[in-house]
Nanobody
């Protein structure tokens, strides 16, 4: 079993920045890809960005140019640097990891990001 622990959420004003961190409890290199999703109440969870073990990234058009996903293998962590935040970025952000060779995936508990107008 793998635990994903997120941190870094909070309240920020429009135009501000936050950095989310997701750390994996074990088997980091068996998790590929890893990524961030977000969910607004009443809406489906949507992909924000994801990164492969080789560093290839996919970023949603809605955040492209503002958000950057990265990883630090030594720390068994991925990050989501969020700049130029907008009120519509307000959501619960979840870390996700898929198991290499599948099936199976893991989710973190979620971290709230609130952007005030």
């Amino acid at each position: 079993q793998v635990q994903l622990v997120e941190s870094g959420g909070g309240l920020v004003q429009t135009g501000g920045s936050l950095r989310l961190t997701c750390t994996a409890s074990r088997n980091f290199f068996s998790l590929d890809p890893m990524g961030w999703y977000r969910q607004i109440p009443g809406k489906q969870r949507e992909l924000v960005a994801r990164i492969s073990v080789t560093g290839n990234t996919i970023v949603s058009d809605s955040v492209k140019g503002r958000f950057t996903i990265s990883r630090d293998d030594a720390k068994k962590a991925i990050y989501l640097q969020m700049n130029s935040l907008r009120p519509e970025d307000t959501a619960v952000y979840f870390c996700n990891a898929e198991v290499v060779g599948g099936p199976g995936e893991y989710w973190g508990q979620g971290t709230q990001v609130t952007v005030s107008a």
